[in-house]
């Protein structure tokens, strides 16, 4: 099913469709005599059960490496091209649980990261520091048991945790090759010392280091799966496992990540859903606050505007007129003459005049099919043409 169709009408069963509208991924409407519609709410992905599995692509169907590339990128710059196996192993599932049991090999294959951590505990006797403050807060006048503070190097470790949550839940996803669930479950067994996880924590903190270096692309999967993905092992209700992206956000989070990466290269600073006035008021309560995408500042005055539209101006119920509106407003309360509108997809840049004044709308097509290097070349390429017209503008004394 593509993200913009107008749903389908399936047989299911009641459970199957409890499960596909709890992921949030469609909406589940019964139609009688077993019959249920099912309709995109914006959202792709996959939801699988041990009887179905349905999938929303997005509407370029790009393939899972660029998904994975667009959301590895927007939770750390640098996340790798070839972090998945997606060309090689068919099936998003498939594709996922083959490609971290890969990296998740290949990071523990000199053995079992270990690292230093810092445990506080009550001893009888002198372990690393006393923690002063503890000691006379929680046992005034008392000598033992001390409270204590020292480094263990242990594989307790965030970079272990993270790894061992991420194959525990792709393990409980429903029909993974045995071979492949075989694997997910040695490799965990490796990581049998580490603490589990708990349910909706926070992931731990981790750091990129020289030491760590081949965890790298084990963690930025893992990361992307516990963020994105959840599995269910049954407990009596049906097992099913859900991979869910608002691809809007995703598009969006990474024309602004990207686009202040390729600006660091010239001078000035770029702020992120910078939050302009848009109307004059006295009053806190009257005020109009508009949020462009990303604004480029030069000297502490805005200069360019952008915006990232996941839904273009060719989508069904997509209004061009209404993103150029919001350009104009951007311009107007921002005093900048050249906006730029990203969308996905292929095609030529166009600019478009407002009639009765001096601001462009520039559109700006992002090819998200193209490998990843290619498509950091585009925003590159925005970028330079946008620094291009701020100095073509400054010769102009605008």
């Keep these: 099913m593509d993200e913009l169709s107008h749903g389908v009408v399936e047989r299911l ?14 909406k589940v409407s019964p139609l009688g005599l077993g019959l249920f519609r099912i309709e995109p709410v914006g959202m792709v992905g996959s939801v699988r059960t041990p009887v179905l599995q349905l999938d929303v692509r997005p509407k370029q169907r790009i393939d899972l490496t660029r998904l994975l ?26 594709a996922l649980a083959e490609s971290l049991a890969q990296l998740a090999d290949r ?8 690292g230093y951590l810092t445990v506080d505990e009550s001893l009888r006797t002198v372990k690393g520091r006393i923690r002063i403050s503890d000691q006379i807060s929680r046992r005034p006048g008392m000598l033992v048991p001390l409270e204590v503070s020292y480094d263990e190097f242990t594989e307790d470790i965030a970079e272990n945790r993270i790894l061992r949550a991420a194959l525990e839940r792709m393990s ?52 992307v799966i516990l963020r994105n993905a959840s599995a269910e092992a049954g407990d009596g209700q049906q097992q099913s496992a859900s991979f869910v992206v608002d691809m809007a956000k995703v598009f969006e ?68 007129s209404a993103d150029h509106y919001r350009m104009l407003a951007y311009c107007t309360s921002l005093r900048v003459p050249t906006a730029w509108i990203v969308y996905p997809g292929a095609g030529e840049i166009k600019l478009r005049r407002i009639l009765n004044t001096d601001i462009d709308v520039v559109e700006f097509p992002l090819d998200l099919s193209l490998p990843p290097a290619e498509i950091l070349a585009s925003v590159a390429d925005l970028a330079k043409q946008s620094w291009g017209e701020v100095l073509r503008q400054a010769s102009l004394g605008r």
Aim: charged share 20%.
């Design 69 to 94: 590339f667009l959301l590895g990128y927007v939770g750390d710059q640098g996340f790798r091209e070839d972090a998945v196996t997606a060309e090689e192993v068919p099936g998003l599932w498939s």
């Design 107 to 114: 990071a523990m294959s000199r053995g079992v990261l270990q």
């Design 172 to 223: 409980q996803v429903p029909r993974v090759r045995p071979d492949v669930q075989s694997r997910l479950r040695q490799l965990k067994g490796k990581l049998g010392a580490v603490s589990r996880l708990q349910s909706g924590a926070p992931l731990p903190a981790w750091r990129p280091t020289r030491m760590n270096t081949r965890y790298h692309a084990a963690l930025r999967l893992a990361e």
């Design 253 to 320: 989070d990474f024309v602004g990540r990207a686009l202040r990466e390729a600006m660091a290269a010239y001078p000035g600073e770029m702020r992120l859903r910078h939050n302009a006035l848009l109307n004059e008021a006295v009053r806190d309560s009257d005020r109009i606050v508009v949020q462009p995408g990303a604004v480029h500042f030069l000297g502490g005055r805005p200069v360019m505007v952008y915006d990232a539209k996941y839904q273009a101006a060719a989508d069904p119920g997509a209004s061009l």
């Design 13 to 26: 069963d009641a459970g199957s469709a409890a499960s596909l509208n709890a992921s949030g991924l469609v």
